[in-house]
Structure formats: C-alpha cells, structure tokens
C-alpha cells in the first residue's frame, strides 16, 4: 500500500477562525516555511478572529470573510489565489443546537460542502481533503469494537446527518469525476480556544467561576478524546501522505465517561469542584459510546496520538485559566 508524497502551496483553508482550523492553521504554517493559507470564514457565533493570535508568520496567512456557500467568492478566490488544496472545516457543529434548529446546518454542512466540490472541481485543484466525524457512525454498545472505516453510516443527530450527507458528496465527487480527494474522521477534540458551550470549556469555567458543573443523563456516555495538536498533525500527514479517495480515522485511544472527565477536571484543578457536579436532562437521542480504530492511519502513514489526557487537560485548563484573568483585567 503506497502513500504518495504532495506538496501543498496555497492552500484555501475553511472553517479557519473557529477551534480545529485555527489550530491547524497554526500548525501547518509552523511546519511548512513556504505554505500561504488563505482562510475562509463567516465569523459565525462559533468563529473569531482571537482563535488566530500569534500566528507563526502572519504574513502567510490571508483572512477572508464570508461564506462557503457563496459560489462566486469561492471561484474568485481558488482563481485570485491559486489555490491548489482546500482542507475544509468550516461547518456547523454543535449537535444541541441542531437539535434546535437544523436548517444551517443543511445549509453550510450540505450546501456549503457542495459549493465548494463544485469549485474545486472546476479549478481542477490537487487536493480536497475534507474533515469529518466520528459521529456519522451513530452509537457504539459499551462492548462493540470500535469503528474502522468500513463501518457503516448511522447518524443519530441533524448535525451527525449533515455531516453523513457531506461525506457522500465527498466521496461521489472522487468516483464520479476523479476529485483528488482525502478524508477523514476524527473522535471529540479538547484543547484552547474552544467554544464555551463545548463539554471541556464548560467544566473547566464552572470550576474556575466555582458554579455547578452540568452533566447529561448519568454521565456513563463514553467518548474517545484527541489533543487538538494530534489531530492537525494527522489531517498534515494524511495531506502530504495518505492515499486519494481514501479515508482515514484519527482517535486519542482514549475512551473515557463525561461523568469520569468532569471528575478528571475537577481533580486538576480543585477536588473541592467535585461537589459542582450535577445532573441534567439528557440530550434527545443522546448517542451512548464513541471510539476509533486507526489501526489504518497507523500502519499506512506512522501517526498514532501523542499527547497524554492528563497533559493535555493541565495545559487546556491553563488556557482557560489564564483567559479569565485577561477577562477580569479588561473590566
Ligand atoms: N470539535 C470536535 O470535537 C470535532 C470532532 C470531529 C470532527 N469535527 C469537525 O471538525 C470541523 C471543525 O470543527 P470545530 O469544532 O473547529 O468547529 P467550530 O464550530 O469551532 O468552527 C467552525 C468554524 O466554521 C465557520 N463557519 C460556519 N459556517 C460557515 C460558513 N457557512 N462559511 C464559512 N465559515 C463558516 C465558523 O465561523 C467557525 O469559525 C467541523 O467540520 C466538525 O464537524 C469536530
């Protein structure tokens, strides 16, 4: 099985100023000296623009605002650019909020995917590597294995759906009209810069703010967790390595119940913080286990996650931390 070897140069980056992009962003401009990102993004309520402070070399980077659904600022700037790589993020991406309202995510994980196939397709660009989820394969037992890419698709949620609907275009776009197209699939990410609303942000602020800690159902719904770094670093490798049409999971192999993380976080910071804990009422169709198999990324390509829980949670708290004091230094 033989990887080939790419090269990417001005690469359109979407997505760019919300918590995986941004990091990625900063990554790949650290390890490539002559890459330019040029970076798409709406700015929704889930994007800033403080996700991108102390880039590596500003220079390198071009922020655009506005949307991926927009067929003609896409084309202009693949063309104005010359772009030869779009790595995608840009989505919408919080399940409750689907939930509550699934239209945007039709619109920007559907449409959005689409527009920008068509795009890339028209450009004839090299490389369209497109990041999706673990969550597409709906709900593990707490003995099953865990998912490998021949899993099949079963998502629970709007968002996982919309997101199963993009993966499809993908795919159909690499058969269909031979998209040099790589994908892959990644368990749930924790690091800085995350959304407050996400699990880790908000226990970590209910422990610094010493308000109750929220915890759906039981707490006993597992998730496998990945150090955002890990994760830029695999959707680098599988860009310059992986093969096309392929798909590849990327997973902290580290499985862990939302009850045993919020009493993780809370002995780092203050074991006095246990006591916050509480339970709310579940989310609807709450998927019960998450967990991947990257036996395949592993083997093919040598990545494998290198960042343990525990040092990745001190450092994720320590962002938050030092956050809050900015926050109470500006008021
Ligand atoms: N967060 C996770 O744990 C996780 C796990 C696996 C996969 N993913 C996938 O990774 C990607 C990034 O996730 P994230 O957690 O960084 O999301 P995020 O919500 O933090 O960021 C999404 C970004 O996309 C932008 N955006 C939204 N709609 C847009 C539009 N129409 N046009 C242009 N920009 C738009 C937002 O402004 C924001 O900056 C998503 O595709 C998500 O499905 C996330």
């Known amino acids: 099985m033989s990887s080939v070897n790419y090269q990417p140069r001005k690469v359109l980056v979407t997505g760019g100023a919300g918590f995986i992009g941004s990091h990625f962003i900063r990554y790949a401009l650290g390890q490539d000296p002559n890459l330019i990102i040029v970076n798409l993004d709406l700015l929704t309520y889930a994007g800033s623009l403080k996700n991108l402070e102390n880039l590596p070399d500003e220079k390198r980077h071009v922020f655009v605002k506005g949307d991926i659904c927009d067929k003609l600022l896409v084309e202009k700037i693949l063309h104005e ?11 919408e991406s919080h399940v409750d909020r689907s939930i509550e309202g699934p239209a945007p995510f039709i619109q920007t994980n559907v449409v959005g995917t689409f527009t920008l196939l068509e795009a890339a397709r028209k450009a004839k660009l090299s490389r369209f590597h497109h ?10 037992t707490p003995d099953a294995p865990a998912f490998t890419e021949q899993s099949p698709y079963a998502p629970n949620s ?29 368990s749930n990410n924790y690091g800085a810069y ?19 800690i929220p915890i759906y159902g039981d707490g006993s719904n597992v998730r496998d967790w990945i150090y955002v770094e890990d994760h830029s670093r695999g959707i680098m490798d599988i860009l310059t390595k992986g093969r096309l049409g392929e798909t590849y999971h990327l ?32 989310r609807a169709g709450h998927d019960w286990r998450y967990a991947m198999d990257i036996s395949k990324i592993y083997q093919e390509l040598n990545w494998q996650p290198a960042e343990s829980l525990c040092e990745g949670l001190r ?15 500006s008021h």
């Open 251 to 282: 997973g902290g192999q580290c499985e862990i119940s939302n009850l045993q993380m919020a009493q993780m976080i809370c002995k780092l910071m203050d074991e006095s913080c246990l006591k916050l804990i509480h339970f709310v009422k579940d």
């Open 131 to 140: 990041i999706s989820t673990d969550e597409v394969y709906g709900s593990l």
């Open 194 to 212: 995350q959304h407050p609303e996400k699990f880790i942000p908000t226990v970590i602020r209910s422990c610094l703010k010493k308000q109750p």
């Open 81 to 91: 650019y010359n772009i030869d790589t779009i790595v995608h993020f840009a989505a």
């Open 158 to 186: 709007p968002y996982s759906a919309s997101k199963a609907s993009s993966d499809h275009l993908v795919r159909a776009y690499y058969h269909t009209y031979q998209l040099p197209i790589t994908m892959s699939h990644c």
């Open 315 to 329: 450092e994720t708290i320590q962002f938050y931390a030092n956050a809050k004091e900015l926050e109470h230094e």
